[in-house]
């Protein structure tokens, strides 16, 4: 594949609101940008600028959320294997390495062919709302990219780390050459694309916003954006935007999912609702993450979240709320959460996941019966977004704040007041983390006694031993469970320098909690925190990620 396959779109395809894939792209260069000479061309031809893939497999896979479950689950494949096990992922399928690569990409050529339309039409006002999603597109696009293909964001080291290629014009030349920018300069022209476009954005100018970039959804992405910017003021002045004086009414309200039918396919299709004022934002993709991420789907059952995380770092684990824990028996995760996680345990196939995900299929061809596998993927959340706003309080050193915004996620997904669960206070989450006298003490994780209290080496900042990391460890404790399968995990994984061990569980033994070992360990120092980039890329010229072995003088692994 050329270079100009990966990361050109067709104008002309682009003119219509659609994008050719790059086997069809030819050796000449159309060019009808003249065409995009309209308010409604415009505004059609955003809606491709979103991206078709997504970064959650492959976050999730490599994150401390999954184990791999033995040879003697043939649910996997040999890309899946790759991620787990941070290798570079060379094969082929849905999600693979390559199709994300050019997705994001395919979604910057967009923003970008709608951005030059607007300047050549003099930017006029009735294209403002345009202007600002299609920035807001491109940062996104961008960030996305550092979050698979970069190491995390370090304020003096940056400028020494590789980025992505920031791209701000539409392709013009059959054989464009590119070379990535460095991590600090890629921040800095997201934060710009940002700042120059939430101001823009207008819901009135969508018909169905919550598929596109609405006020509170690019409210949404800046938080998330400065969080990991480190730019703590900025991320409670976005929040805030979307979360209102009170934000305990913007939550999802999981009391009212667990009153549905008893069935996996209409909760999760509520969870990804346009209805509901949590949801901010969802995207279609063309993903199996459906398959993946639900409990009753056999879909990628070797690589999961199952019992053995469960019962020992997220759902089942000893949490700074209280409540009974470490077993399913007696209906106690009904007493505990407000909507309990779905469940499949056989002798194959072992998932537990909250109803986020559903497999979804496009038919292709309905005689041969071919299609494509189809995921809806909520971006944005206010959950999220006020988990971000506790976390930068805490930088902040505002820990009341802090704990009244923890407070309000854990009332909006467990049953505080019964059956054990109390109020997180700044007492109590210090008693959790600091008081290894008490009984509701949570000791800190070592691979022969995995906890949810996991060894942090924060990269670029600090944080003080006592009450500020207690704070922090309760805060990524729920922002763990708020966001699992969301691919989120490993951008903490990452920020935090938290080592993950992979655990093969193939003889589990759920009664016992025994029958698992570490298979691998992905160390704090490891330059394969930055997903390798697709052979494609790499043969078509653009530098590859560097590796332990071949840059051992590395700045990050000083």
Not at 362 to 385: C, H, I, L, W
Request: proline share 5%.
């Amino acid at each position: 594949m050329k270079l100009k396959k990966i990361f050109t779109i067709m104008l002309s395809a682009a003119a219509v609101g659609g994008l050719y894939s790059c086997n069809d792209f030819l050796d000449e260069l159309p060019d009808n940008r003249a065409e995009l000479n309209t308010v409604e061309k415009i505004n059609k031809l955003l809606v491709s600028a979103y991206p078709t893939r997504s970064y959650v497999r492959m976050c999730e896979l490599a994150s401390d959320n999954c184990d791999d479950r033995g040879e003697k689950n043939p649910n996997g494949n040999m890309l899946m294997n790759q991620n787990n096990y941070w290798k570079d992922m060379t094969e082929a399928d849905n999600d693979s390495n390559v199709n994300t690569w050019q997705a994001y990409y395919n979604s910057i050529g967009v923003a970008n062919t709608a951005l030059q339309a607007i300047a050549d039409l003099g930017t006029p006002a009735e294209l403002l709302p345009a202007k600002g999603e299609a920035l807001l597109c491109r940062a996104y696009a961008h960030f996305c990219l550092t979050m698979l293909y970069c190491l995390p964001y370090h304020p003096t080291l940056s400028g020494e780390y590789l980025g992505v290629t920031y791209l701000t014009k539409p392709e013009t030349t059959l054989n464009p050459t590119y070379k990535r920018d460095d991590l600090k300069t890629v921040y800095a022209k997201i934060a710009e694309d940002i700042e120059a476009g939430v101001p823009l954005i207008s819901d009135d100018n969508y018909s169905v916003p919550k598929y596109h970039f609405n006020r509170q959804a690019a409210c949404a992405f800046a938080a998330r954006f400065y969080l990991y910017y480190m730019k703590w003021d900025k991320v409670v002045e976005y929040a805030d935007k979307v979360l209102g004086s009170d934000p305990s009414i913007m939550l999802r309200d999981w009391e009212a999912t667990s009153k549905l039918m008893w069935d996996g396919k209409v909760r999760c299709l509520d969870y990804i609702s346009a209805s509901h004022k949590f949801n901010l934002m969802m995207i279609p993709l063309y993903s199996a993450s459906g398959g993946m991420f639900f409990a009753w789907d056999g879909t990628g059952s070797r690589y999961t979240h199952n019992n053995r995380v469960c019962k020992t770092e997220t759902f089942r684990s000893k949490r700074p709320m209280g409540g009974a824990y470490d077993r399913w028996k007696d209906n106690s995760s009904d007493k505990i959460y407000r909507h309990a996680p779905f469940q499949w345990d056989d002798n194959i196939t072992n998932k537990v996941y909250m109803p986020k995900w559903y497999p979804q299929w496009e038919v292709a061809d309905p005689v041969a019966g071919t299609g494509y596998s189809r995921s809806t993927f909520v971006a944005f959340t206010t959950n999220e977004t006020l988990l971000n706003r506790a976390e930068a309080y805490i930088h902040l050193k505002d820990y009341d704040r802090a704990t009244a915004d923890m407070e309000a996620w854990s009332k909006s997904f467990y049953k505080v007041g019964q059956n054990g669960v109390v109020s997180l206070t700044r007492d109590r989450i210090n008693e959790v983390y600091g008081n290894p006298a008490s009984n509701d003490y949570i000791e800190v994780y070592t691979a022969e006694n995995p906890t949810s209290r996991k060894p942090l080496n924060p990269h670029g900042f600090e944080i003080e031993p006592g009450e500020q990391e207690n704070m922090i460890q309760c805060l990524l404790f729920c922002r763990r469970i708020e966001t699992l399968a969301d691919g989120l995990r490993w951008g903490d994984v990452k920020r935090y320098g938290i080592a993950v061990d992979r655990f093969e569980d193939s003889n589990y033994i759920d009664e016992t909690t025994t029958g698992y070992t570490v298979s691998a360990t992905l160390p704090v120092r490891d330059l394969r925190r930055a997903f390798q980039l697709p052979q494609e890329v790499v043969s078509a010229g653009i530098e590859a990620n560097p590796r332990n072995e071949t840059e051992p003088g590395h700045p990050f692994l000083q």
